[in-house]
């Protein structure tokens, strides 16, 4: 075929060939053909094994990288290729920016995916990966830059028509300054980091006597977690919901959202339940927050997936809070809703195709719940309660999915996040989504550590959680240890001991019955019941 046929590029982007040299028009083509035949995943557990699925249905080769503690680890099997990059400790491995590049270089990496955690959110390693010629799949190390950092988030953000919480416009530079703003803002207020996110160093002020000596806390625990002392004020918005808008943008200008997630039900800021799409929005809401999380998006040039956090108050008012600037924990809700595989979405994004639908293609089909099954212990505390997976068995059937990193007999190592897993289910409605999980907590068969598994199950029972009606105070309002049933096995044990014991009994009885009767009694007889 002449290459001059080829105007449109294979990836349906329309980029002008190269008029007037076939060797340009050679190299040209190789290089959308060539572009990321090897990734390289610089994570572990469940979500490098997710990424890989997807490079595997794309063709493409994977590396994986994995520190001691993880050399059984089922992620390390499945890819094409592993290297260990060190010892468990993730600051001397899976942290190790050079080392995985270096193990780009040796094995002819073309691309990084950094998943969630650990590297992805570190706009050193995107440019040191830039830098070393490998395609980094995310966002640039710009747009990292904008949104990691609270308020110059806000200050990008402000070039569109986004609602934000009132409070200060920026900074806090003195305690005097911070006082005016509080009292003109309207007691109760937040202190926030602009460093910080995702609830850390975050300080609830009542009254304008505690300002100061919460505003010098706030200050000395932000310098010291974040190395930035910069704070700023919000008003406290009580008994908000969490709303989180998933966006999608390729490098041509194209934005689309992909709905919501509801992510109101936390503990302590760690997600329990998360689901999409939310009860509470109407079309024209989601509409409304999908264009704002899309202008979010704008503001800082954003390429590839990434997460617009908003809190919506009891008057269905929503305020964006930050971006995420990463594929999430949760994405699976929103894939389960909208049949797009979003890591093979920051692939095609990354090797620069253009989208393949606009926002009008899209649509919700159905509902999907997604729970964090960890090993801790819900009746201690959720103190961590690793150990070794003695029975792991996963549930199955229409409408659930585990995304997991673990196989029976595997012991979950100290060193990283305890999660287990990720069960998620859909159903073509909320109400057959609860039933479906409920139905697969109860077929989930895991036994070694004690898991959050019945912590979820009481949640999703809940009359709360059931109509619909919570916000994210909904563990700390609902919630006592003492309400879980998780006696479950041992009664059963307990069951299955007094069964025996009876059937013991009412043989004996039945063979002195049958010796007093002089009838020889036959040891196949004897557990009978008659
Ligand atoms: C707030 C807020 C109330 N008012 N901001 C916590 C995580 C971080 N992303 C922002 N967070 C909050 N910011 C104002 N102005 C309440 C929270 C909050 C919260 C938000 C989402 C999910 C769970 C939460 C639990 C406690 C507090």
């Known amino acids: 075929m002449h290459l001059d046929l080829l105007q449109t590029r294979l990836d349906g982007s329309e980029k002008a060939l190269p008029q007037n040299s076939s060797i340009l028009k050679i190299e040209y083509f190789s290089s959308i053909i060539s572009s990321m035949k090897k990734i390289l995943i610089a994570n572990r557990g469940e979500i490098a094994l997710r990424i890989m699925r997807t490079c595997k249905e794309m063709g493409i080769a994977t590396v994986a990288v994995f520190s001691e503690a993880d050399r059984q680890a089922p992620f390390v099997k499945y890819a094409d290729e592993a290297v260990c990059i060190g010892p468990p400790p993730s600051n001397q491995s899976y942290l190790l920016m050079d080392k995985i590049i270096e193990v780009c270089h040796q094995l002819g990496v073309e691309g990084i995916h950094p998943g ?28 990292m830059d904008i949104m990691g950092d609270k308020l110059s988030a806000k200050a990008a953000a402000k070039k569109y028509k986004i609602p934000m919480v009132p409070g200060s416009a920026g900074a806090i530079s003195s305690v005097a300054e911070g006082k005016r703003i509080a009292t003109e803002t309207g007691f109760p207020i937040l202190i926030k980091a602009s460093a910080g996110g995702g609830g850390k160093g975050m300080r609830i002020v009542e009254q304008v006597a505690d300002f100061e000596e919460q505003m010098q ?9 974040f190395g930035d002392g910069a704070v700023f004020i919000e008003r406290y918005v009580a008994g908000p919901r969490h709303i989180e808008i998933q966006v999608l943008a390729d490098n041509h200008g194209h934005i689309v959202y992909l709905f919501e997630r509801e992510c109101s039900i936390q503990r302590r800021h760690q997600k329990v339940i998360e689901e999409a799409p939310s009860s509470v929005l109407t079309p024209g809401l989601r509409k409304q927050m999908g264009e704002c ?26 305020y964006f809070l930050e971006m995420n600037t990463r594929l999430q924990v949760e994405h699976p809700v929103t894939e389960m809703i909208t049949g797009i ?6 692939i095609r994004v990354a090797r620069g195709e253009k989208l393949g ?49 673990f196989e029976e007999g595997m012991d979950i190592p100290i060193y990283y996040d305890p999660m287990i897993s990720k069960l998620v289910s859909f159903g073509k409605d909320r109400s057959e989504a609860i039933s479906r999980m409920i139905r697969a907590i109860d077929d989930y068969r895991i036994t070694g550590p004690e898991t959050t598994l019945p912590f979820c199950r009481f949640v999703l029972c809940h009359e709360a959680f ?14 006592k240890p003492e309400m879980l049933d998780t006696e479950r096995e041992d009664e059963a044990e307990i069951a299955a001991i007094l069964g025996a014991k009876l059937l013991q009994e009412h043989s004996q009885q039945y063979q002195q019955k049958a010796q007093s009767n002089g009838q020889a009694v036959s040891a196949w007889t004897t557990n009978r019941l008659v």
């Open 341 to 346: 595989d979003l890591v093979k979405e920051q």
């Open 293 to 318: 999380a899309v202008d979010v998006a704008r503001a800082c040039n954003y390429t590839g997936v990434g997460t617009v956090e908003f809190l919506l108050d009891e008057k269905h008012n929503f």
């Open 357 to 405: 639908y606009a926002q009008e293609d899209l649509r919700i089909y159905g509902h999907s719940l997604e729970v964090r099954v960890y090993a801790e212990d819900p009746c201690n505390n959720f103190l961590p309660d690793i150990g070794r997976l003695a029975t792991y068995r996963r549930p199955q059937g229409l409408g659930v999915r585990v995304d997991d990193g």
């Open 217 to 225: 806390l706030a200050v000395s625990e932000a310098t010291s977690a």
């Open 466 to 479: 059931v109509s619909g009606n919570f916000d994210t105070h909904f563990i700390k309002h609902h919630f």
């Open 116 to 143: 969630y955690g650990f590297l992805s959110e570190n706009s050193d390693f995107a440019l040191k990966v830039k830098q070393a010629g490998i395609t980094f799949i995310g966002p640039s190390a710009e747009a």
